[in-house]
């Protein structure tokens, strides 16, 4: 691998440079995504509608504090506004809603970036290869197998290795990208059914 990297050139700086940009982004973002934001929505909700109901507002916001999840949080935006009518409700939900998928979404323009930018650095290390060749080939006056190896091995290593970083970068942004999607409906479905449930309370109350 390293005897790779070294005939490779200069490009495989850049590259590596994706590889461990990439990789910090990913092991951030899994364990963000995955494991520290992890929640049942199906099961917290009903216990925070079940809370408020025996114990009051203040109650399931403190439950909301004690859950580390997006959806938990856009929740308690809500209940602090419950005095104040859906409506304010809803918009609490809106712009809490913004500022969380900003934070699910952090990092992840850069990992598409990469996806992005891993296969160009590998085609510029094509171009530099195959440049060298040619520059070798018109020192010599004559095409010799020798000569123009060392460029064609540069062009080659870098397009594979450009290609081999760009692949699994691009399946780990789809699947977090998956999550992220999931994690919005999630918290649009709480939303809703937090509403319904405020709205028939205000009813009943009036």
Same mark, same amino acid.
């Not at 408020?52 to 997006?70: H, R, W, Y």
């Not at 859906?86 to 939900?93: K, L, P, Q, S």
């Not at 934070?103 to 996806?115: C, E, K, N, Q, V």
């Not at 062009?155 to 999550?179: D, E, Y």
């Given at each position: 691998?390293?005897?790779?990297?070294?005939?490779?050139?200069?490009?495989?700086?850049?590259?590596?440079?994706?590889?461990?940009?990439?990789?910090?982004?990913?092991?951030?973002?899994?364990?963000?995504?995955?494991?520290?934001?992890?929640?049942?929505?199906?099961?917290?909700?009903?216990?925070?509608?079940?809370?408020?109901?025996?114990?009051?507002?203040?109650?399931?916001?403190?439950?909301?504090?004690?859950?580390?999840? $997006?959806? /938990?949080? &856009?929740?308690?935006?809500?209940?602090?506004?419950?005095?104040?009518?859906?409506?304010? !409700? #809803?918009? +609490?939900?809106?712009?809490?809603?913004?500022?969380?998928?900003?934070?699910?979404?952090?990092?992840?323009?850069?990992?598409?970036?990469?996806?992005?930018v891993a296969p160009f650095f590998g085609f510029l290390g094509t171009v530099t290869g195959m440049i060298g060749a040619f520059a070798a080939v018109a020192a010599v006056g004559?095409?010799?197998?020798?000569?123009?190896?060392?460029?064609?091995?540069?062009?080659?290593?870098?397009?594979?290795?450009?290609?081999?970083?760009?692949? $699994?970068? /691009?399946? &780990?942004?789809?699947?977090?990208?998956?999550?992220?999607?999931?994690?919005?409906?999630? !918290? #649009?479905? +709480?939303?809703?059914?937090?509403?319904?449930?405020?709205?028939?309370?205000?009813?009943?109350?009036?």
């Amino acid at each position: 691998m390293i005897e790779w990297f070294g005939k490779g050139g200069m490009t495989m700086w850049f590259l590596l440079a994706c590889v461990v940009l990439g990789l910090a982004i990913i092991l951030e973002r899994l364990y963000t995504i995955l494991i520290r934001l992890r929640v049942n929505v199906k099961r917290f909700t009903p216990r925070l509608i079940e809370t408020i109901d025996k114990e009051g507002v203040q109650a399931g916001m403190e439950l909301c504090d004690q859950t580390p999840s $997006p959806v /938990a949080k &856009v929740l308690r935006a809500a209940l602090e506004k419950t005095d104040q009518g859906t409506e304010v !409700m #809803e918009d +609490a939900i809106v712009r809490a809603g913004s500022t969380e998928l900003a934070f699910l979404d952090r990092g992840m323009p850069l990992l598409a970036g990469l996806t992005t930018v891993a296969p160009f650095f590998g085609f510029l290390g094509t171009v530099t290869g195959m440049i060298g060749a040619f520059a070798a080939v018109a020192a010599v006056g004559e095409v010799e197998p020798t000569v123009v190896a060392s460029g064609i091995s540069e062009a080659l290593i870098t397009t594979q290795f450009g290609l081999i970083i760009a692949a $699994p970068l /691009a399946i &780990v942004h789809i699947l977090l990208s998956t999550r992220v999607n999931g994690y919005l409906r999630d !918290m #649009e479905t +709480a939303s809703m059914e937090l509403l319904e449930y405020t709205a028939v309370k205000q009813r009943q109350q009036g």
